[in-house]
């Protein structure tokens, strides 16, 4: 399995050069603000071919529409090459603006466990 990960401001760092998993955490915003910085990690993750990526946004806040279209093409350009999406634990927040824009419809979602916490600054409902 090789491991991304990414830190607003961090370096990417990589372990195993080939895997058939690749799993990247998403931390804070995922937003036009850090969209090129997460682009350039899903490009050097999809130059693997993996047969599954993983995006883990169990600590990601929140998402905007530019975050959406990343993930689409994403899924896309993963299914064109026999790979799959999968986002991972998504909290309530973010879960819901990927239901409101049908990302859900195409990109398989891995609910948090349920622990009863809810995700990074977001209240229970």
């Known amino acids: 399995m090789s491991q991304f990960r990414y830190e607003e401001g961090a370096a990417m760092a990589m372990t195993a050069p080939v895997a058939s ?3 990247i955490e998403i931390r804070d915003r995922f937003d036009q603000h850090t969209i090129a910085s ?3 990690v899903l490009d050097g993750a999809h ?6 990526l993983v995006l883990d946004l169990s600590d990601c806040t929140a998402i905007d529409a530019s975050a959406v279209d990343l ?4 899924h896309r350009r993963l299914w064109h090459d026999g790979g799959r999406l999968l986002l991972r634990a998504p909290s309530c927040r973010v879960h819901r603006l990927l239901n409101l824009a049908h990302v859900t419809d195409v ?10 916490r809810t995700g990074p600054g977001e209240d229970a409902l």
């Open 21 to 23: 998993l690749i799993e």
């Open 38 to 40: 997460v682009a350039d």
């Open 47 to 52: 130059a693997i071919r993996p047969h599954r």
């Open 71 to 74: 993930l689409l093409a994403t």
């Open 107 to 116: 990109v398989e979602v891995e609910p948090a466990a349920s622990s009863g």
